[in-house]
Structures are given as C-alpha cells and as structure tokens.
C-alpha cells in the first residue's frame, strides 16, 4: 500500500482536531492508522475537488440563467413597448376616424364611444357612456325608428339630434346586433354625421320640384304663345286669299307673286312657331320605354317617306336585333336625319344609308346620303337652333331638326358626329344608351 507522507498541514483541520482528543498517542501514529487517516484525507480531497467543480458549474449554470434572464427582461420589455405603441397607434387611429364607433348593451345603453362622438354631438364621451343612446335622438324619430327591445335585425336609419349646442344634426346610424355563446348581448355599429348629404337630397328635391313647375309653365307657356301667334297668322293667311278672291280680276302679275309670297311667309312663320314648340319639348318629355326589332322601326320610316325624287335606301344592320328604348324618340331622330337627307339632297338619285351595331354598352347609328356634303366649319353650327345651310327662299326649312336631335341624344348623354366627303356625302353617327332609366309614364 502506497503511504502518503502526510504533515499537519495536510490533515482536514477538523480532522486533526478530532483524533488529537481522542486517540492515544501511541494509537495515532500507528502504521495502520495512517492509512486509515490518508484514506480519509484523500476522501475530503476528493470531495473538496467535486465540490469546487460543482460551485465552478453553479457559478456557470447561474450566470447563463442570468444571461438569459436578461434577455428575456429584454425581450419583455420590447413586447411591451411595442403593445404600447400599438395602442397607442391605434388609439390614435380610432381617434381620427370622423365616424362615431359605438358599442351598445342589449337595452341599448353606450358601453363604448370613441372620440368622434364628442367632435360631431358636443357631448364628452365620459358622461354619455352608461346612457341610453335612444335618449339622444328626438322621440318621434325613436319610437318610429329606433326599438333596441324587439329589433334584433340590422339597423339602417338616418335621425335627428340635438347637440349639445343645440343645433340639429343628421345622423346615419348603422348597428348590427352582436352574439356571445349564441345569445344576444348588444350592437356595435357606427354613427356617421350625413346632415350635409340630407340637406343636399333636400335641395335637390325642392330643385327638382321648381324644374318640374318650371318645365310646365315653361310647355303651358309654349302651348298658348303658339296658339297666339298661329291664330293672327291663320287670320293673315285667310285674309289674303280672301282678297285675292274679291279682287282676282285686278289682281295680274307681280301682285299675284306678292300674294303667294305673303301667304308663304305665313307658312314658314307657323312652320318655325312649331319647330319652336317641339325643340321645347324635346329631350323632357320620356316617353314609354318598349322592345323593338331595330329594323322594324327603320323599314316603317322608309315607307313613310315618298318624294318626288327616285330614292334607294340600303339597310346595314342585324335584322334580329332588338332594342329596349324609348321608341318615339330615337324614331324622331332617324325621321330628322332621314328627312334632311332627302331635303338637301342635289342628286338626281338619291341613296340613303341606314345601319347599326351593338357596341357592349350601346349602340351605334349612321345615316348616310349621297347629297352635296357638308364643310367642316359647319359641322358644329347645324347643330344649333334655326342654323341652315342654304337660304329659306331656295329650300324651306325651319332649322329646328338637327337641333332637336343634338338636344335628345344630350339628354341621353349620347354623342353625335359627322363624317363628310363634299360633293360625295355625308353620315352622320349616333350612340345610344343600353341602360336608360325605364318610365312607366311621361313626366315633364
């Protein structure tokens, strides 16, 4: 067995201590018993080593737990700032937002504003949550409107308040009710400040209704001018042939031009007396909206027109299509283009093209002649009222019927063009609306 040489120093003090007290000292240094003791020493050594390699672990363990905890603080606390500042965002956000946010219990009560509603009725937010929000409104409008109790669908009503400045304000109210573990337990929705729109819809109403007495006196006022004016004219016109009657055997030469002329000029004058009735009315008076094959409606306004010329006309269209419209109006449009066509026409055959197509949203129109065609500076100017091209005296026109048809296809929101080759042609195109707005009956 290997001996340790061993001094005082080397014993565990504690040791040393003990076996100085308690052994003799014969005992103490006996071969064996310094074995004995090495062992021990070798054993506290031993346990001294494992202890200094478990402090050095727990030292180790405790500052990588302390490393971590840092980081977790860390961590913590960016989490925390960064919830904070999305609440703060959308604090902000809700508090920006112009409409009221509201969140209401089952009877009705505010459990929830945010800032808007202050902004919009004067009243704090504060104060008003815990209220009944029917309280705020005027009662007629909330008996009629507004039952929190019975109405569990969705509410979609405009009412009045009172703000706390005692001014009256719209509001649009928009609540749907809102579930828990199936039951009802209140709404969430929004109030929204609409007065601006109401009293626009207001204005507008009363606006359509002067129009529409407007409109009326404007076609009664029409009506009795043209009956005045036809009445003197008719009068003129009967005078004349009744003079010419008595006085047939005076009457020779110029005096009998002069005669037919008067009566010519009586009949240009109710000629321009009507077109001036029809342009009034034309464009504000709908009429009914009906379905019609396109062509059906072309080949009876072929039919109706017979003029002294020889006339061909081509048709260029599906003859299957039909049309939704108004009937009578787009037919006065064609009757108007046709007619001008023939009228102005310096051919001795006239051709007349008519044709259309489907273009998705509406549809498009032509009417093309072979006349004497029309130059650009003009193309705008026949558009305009009593505006002709050739004096009266050479070709009798009112100069009403291309202003009539420019005024139906603006009320249409529709367009018109011109394409001209002088000497050669004209046609003019036309769009027309798929989607107008369908009357039951006429309306001025």
């Known amino acids: 067995m290997q001996t340790l040489e061993l001094t005082d120093t080397n014993y565990h003090r504690l040791l040393k201590r003990q076996i100085r007290k308690s052994l003799p000292p014969e005992l103490a240094e006996h071969p064996e018993m310094q074995d004995f003791l090495a062992s021990v020493h070798q054993a506290y050594t031993e346990f001294q080593d494992d202890l200094t390699r478990v402090e050095l672990i727990l030292e180790q363990s405790s500052g990588e737990l302390f490393k971590a905890n840092r980081e977790l603080s860390r961590i913590a606390q960016e989490k925390t700032e960064e919830a904070a500042l999305t609440s703060k965002r959308l604090a902000e956000v809700v ?5 009221v946010l509201v969140q209401l219990d089952r009877e009705g ?16 937010v504060h104060t008003s949550l815990g209220s009944n929000m029917a309280s705020f409104f005027h009662a007629e409008d909330v008996s009629e409107k507004l039952n929190f109790t019975q109405e569990l669908a969705v509410i979609d009503k405009t009412l009045i308040i009172t703000t706390a400045d005692a001014e009256e304000k719209w509001l649009g109210v928009s609540l749907s009710p809102y579930y828990a573990d199936g039951e009802h337990i209140g709404f969430t929705g929004t109030l929204s400040d609409v007065t601006a729109r109401v009293t626009a819809e207001t204005k507008l109403k009363s606006y359509t209704f002067d129009l529409e007495r407007i409109n009326a006196e404007l076609d009664q006022f029409a009506y009795v001018v043209s009956h005045d004016l036809k009445a003197p004219l008719r009068a003129i016109n009967n005078l004349s042939e009744w003079i010419e009657e008595d006085l047939e055997h005076l009457l020779e030469g110029e005096t009998k031009d002069q005669f037919r002329l008067l009566r010519g000029r009586v009949h240009r004058m109710e000629n321009l007396i009507n077109g001036i009735l029809s342009y009034s009315r034309a464009g504000r008076i709908k009429t009914v909206k009906e379905k019609f094959l396109i062509k059906g409606l072309v080949d009876e306004l ?8 020889s006339i061909r006309f081509k ?9 939704d419209a108004e009937k009578i109006a787009l037919n006065q449009i064609l009757q108007n283009l046709i007619s001008n066509g023939i009228k102005y026409n310096d051919k001795s055959e006239i051709e ?8 998705g949203t509406q549809y498009e129109f032509y009417v093309r002649d072979n006349g004497p065609g029309i130059s650009p500076e003009f193309h705008e100017r026949i558009f305009v009222i009593f505006q002709t091209l050739q004096a009266r005296d050479e070709i009798e026109s009112t100069g009403v019927g291309l202003a009539i048809v420019k005024k139906i296809l603006d009320e249409k929101h529709s367009t018109i063009r011109i394409e001209s080759v002088m000497g050669e042609g004209t046609t003019f195109f036309f769009t027309w609306p798929k989607n107008e707005s369908k009357n039951t009956e006429n309306t001025k």
């Open 302 to 309: 072929c039919d109706t027109f017979s003029p002294k010329k």
């Open 315 to 323: 048709i260029d269209g599906n003859p299957a299509m039909e049309m």
């Open 109 to 124: 009560n505010f459990t929830y504003l945010n800032q808007a509603w202050e902004t919009i009725t004067g009243f704090s």
């Open 352 to 359: 007349l093209g008519i044709g259309w197509k489907d273009q």
């Open 95 to 99: 508090g920006s937002i112009s409409e």
